[in-house]
């Protein structure tokens, strides 16, 4: 069955400095793969999403993801995070038919000031 | 567009009640999800319709949970009875065509049952 890991619950990072969060994938063929933010009390934001050609995807507020398929992954980055970053990040594959989205635990991020 | 609008927002009851979450999706979007979060298991798919038709409820928990969608602009998810362990938040999504374009979401329903 599809599935998605993201290895960190938490990550906590200072203003300013670079953030990558890891999802690695579980799936037979090319997957569509996305990341979603939720900030504390909302519901999920799409942030970016990829289904193929160029493997470095951009998405909203600064963030970008790369597709590695050597290695199932799909790492969300960004270059310098502000503290209004603070929030969770979830990675989701896409499965059943292409109609269910299965989410990852989700990876908590703190910033520092 | 106004998104994806839940209600209520905050619902608590006892235990043993009847309890209905309401969504209404985004106008001309033909899939909608209930969703479940819950710190243990994280986001769950409960069930999702296509053109208000339930095409997999095989994530709904047990026979107290229930979904109907009676027309493409409204959908309820009913849990009777409710018991402490429903406590969750509650997401409705909504997407046109496949998924593969993404969701989106609505704000939520924090349940908390005592």
């Known amino acids: 069955a599809q599935s998605v890991t993201q290895p960190d619950i938490h990550i906590t990072v200072s203003e300013g400095a670079s953030l990558e969060l890891r999802c690695n994938y579980s799936?037979?063929?090319?997957?569509?793969l996305f990341w979603y933010v939720q900030s504390p009390g909302q519901g999920l934001q799409l942030l970016l999403k990829y289904f193929s050609g160029d493997t470095l995807v951009q998405g909203i507020k600064g963030f970008e993801a790369e597709f590695k398929r050597s290695q199932s992954s799909f790492n969300l980055r960004k270059p310098s995070v502000h503290w209004s970053d603070a929030a969770e990040y979830f990675c989701?594959?896409?499965?059943?038919?292409?109609?269910?989205?299965?989410f990852g635990a989700g990876t908590r991020l703190a910033v520092h000031p | 567009d106004a998104g994806v609008i839940q209600s209520p927002r905050h619902e608590v009851t006892e235990m043993g009640q009847e309890v209905t979450l309401r969504c209404k999706p985004i106008?001309?979007?033909?899939?909608l999800f209930w969703y479940r979060q819950t710190m243990m298991r994280g986001l769950e798919l409960l069930i999702y319709?296509?053109?208000?038709?339930?095409?997999?409820d095989s994530g709904m928990p047990e026979d107290r949970f229930s979904a109907k969608m009676p027309n493409a602009s409204f959908s309820t998810l009913k849990i009777q009875p409710s018991e402490p362990r429903d406590s969750a938040v509650y997401f409705c999504?909504?997407?046109?065509?496949?998924?593969?374009?993404?969701?989106?979401f609505g704000s939520g329903t924090r349940l908390t049952v005592v």
């Open positions: 799936y037979g063929a090319t997957p569509y």
């Open positions: 319709f296509n053109n208000n038709v339930p095409i997999d």
């Open positions: 999504a909504s997407s046109s065509g496949t998924a593969q374009y993404g969701y989106t």
């Open positions: 106008s001309g979007h033909d899939y």
């Open positions: 989701a594959v896409l499965s059943g038919g292409y109609n269910k989205l299965i």
